[in-house]
């Protein structure tokens, strides 16, 4: 299997419900450093999984939804914890969706797996991986 990432960011503010996030039940905020892999079984014509310029406008419009946002306000969050392993399937999904649609062309319909990595911080980061 091939495997490239690229990687891009996006700055958020949240807070979580439980006590078990002990301060972080109050408003915070976090700059995720977001990796995505896309996987492929055999290169295109030109011996390519995706193109990196492509990959990277994809990456950063999924991004641009969250980018600078209080994911407290996103009605669709609403009852959840944003943590970085739950945004990292969020991520994975609106990538594979794009995918699905066409968004890196036909040869994109050809990616088999995906995996996103969301890093909050140089010690932590979590990962959804999976076929598509
Ligand atoms: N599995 C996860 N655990 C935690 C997440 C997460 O996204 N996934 N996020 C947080 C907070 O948002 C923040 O990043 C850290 O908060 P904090 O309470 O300061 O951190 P720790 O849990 O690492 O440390 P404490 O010793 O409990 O303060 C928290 N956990």
Same mark, same amino acid.
């Not at 299997?1 to 960011?9: E, I, N, P, Y």
């Not at 078990?20 to 109050?26: E, L, R, W, Y």
């Not at 609403?78 to 649609?101: D, K, L, P, S």
């Given at each position: 299997?091939? *495997?490239? $990432?690229?990687? +891009? ?12 996030? &002990?301060?972080?039940? &109050? ?9 995505? @892999?896309?996987?492929?079984? /055999?290169?295109?014509? =030109? +011996?390519?999984? /995706?193109?990196?310029?492509?990959? *990277? +406008? ?11 946002? =209080? ?7 609403? &009852?959840?914890? $944003?943590? @970085? ?25 050809? /990616?088999?797996?995906?995996? /996103? @990595? ?15």
């Amino acid at each position: 299997m091939f *495997s490239l $990432t690229v990687r +891009d960011h996006m700055m958020i503010a949240h807070s979580f419900k439980g006590e078990i996030f &002990g301060p972080a039940q &109050g408003l915070h905020g976090a700059t995720y450093v977001v990796d995505v @892999t896309f996987e492929r079984h /055999v290169l295109d014509d =030109n +011996d390519l999984i /995706v193109d990196i310029g492509q990959a *990277s +406008d994809l990456l950063k419009e999924v991004l641009s939804e969250f980018n600078m946002k =209080n994911l407290d306000d996103l009605p669709e969050f609403e &009852g959840r914890n $944003t943590t @970085t392993e739950f945004m990292a399937q969020v991520v994975f999904n609106r990538m594979a969706a794009a995918i699905h649609a066409g968004r890196l062309g036909e040869e994109g319909r050809q /990616v088999a797996g995906l995996k /996103v @990595t969301l890093g909050e911080s140089h010690l932590a980061w979590a990962s959804y991986h999976a076929g598509i």
